[in-house]
């Protein structure tokens, strides 16, 4: 299928560049709705648009697909009501953050009907998104809300496990005393899934995420491993972590059988780690995480 139109918002950094890539060679119509601070890359048409100014992104033509990457917050969606309820298909990129602490959590064990009780069991940015995504499922009826894992990659903006690698470098680090269970997600893989979604039969929610569950402490020693480190472990009863974070203190780990289901090709953790840790250290032996 090509030649469709596309508007997506926040297509200009991290997997979102790589999406909008993507969706040029397959030989799409791609809009970028953006601030305009960052470069629009060749071969889209580009509106400026803010979407913390709260204004209508009046837009006069059809999207079949609109891809939505920088929805932080259910405010987010006011300029964009007129958008959602009149295109083929909504893509709002979400985040494992609106489930509560766990593990094999499975994508129907959010009750939509009830969220409130969310509101003290989830971080403020997994309550948002939670927000979104119902404010989505009201206006249009096919919706697709892949839910991340931490996504991490060269391109990083955050660089998550390149300091990570740093501290590891160093020869110690200090670890939640809970070691928590980690998945993760490569940023080519994410701009993947979200390219492919349309043309799979999907609608609602989706985990997204390797199928690898690594410990912190097992994550932190695989790589000092094959930095040739010898790492000393800390461990804190008080550990702080943001949402972004690769490291947390609680576990949350997500059961992926609709990934399976839909076919969805996602790099195992030992081959993205690798990707990233080469052109961060400079260091290339011949062992191998």
Known sequence: MTNR???VLGGTGYFGKHLVEMLLTNGDN???ATRGISQIPTGCSFVKFDRK??????????????????????DCLNGLKNIIANCGQYILTSTQSVYPSGNAINENSIDYDDIN????????YGFEKLKAECIVRSLVKKYVFPRFPVVVGVNDPRKR???????????????????????????????KVLFEIPFKNITGSINIASK???SAEDLCRMIASRMGVDLKIGRSTYFESSSFDLIKADSKTLLLEKQEAAGFFIKKLRAVMESI???????NRKCRL
Not at 162 to 184: E, F, H, W
Not at 277 to 283: R, V
């Open 5 to 7: 139109n596309i508007l």
């Open 30 to 32: 791609v809009c970028i």
């Open 53 to 74: 100014e709260g204004n209508n992104l009046l837009l006069d033509c059809y999207w079949d697909v609109v891809y939505d990457q920088s929805c932080y917050s259910s």
């Open 117 to 124: 009780r969310y509101k003290n069991i989830v971080n403020d």
């Open 161 to 191: 496990v390149q300091d990570l690698v740093r501290r590891i470098l160093k020869g110690y680090i200090c670890l939640p005393v809970s070691n928590p269970a980690l998945q993760i997600l490569d940023e080519f893989d994410a701009a």
């Open 212 to 214: 690898d569950i690594i």
């Open 277 to 283: 840790l080469i052109p961060t250290t400079g260091i």
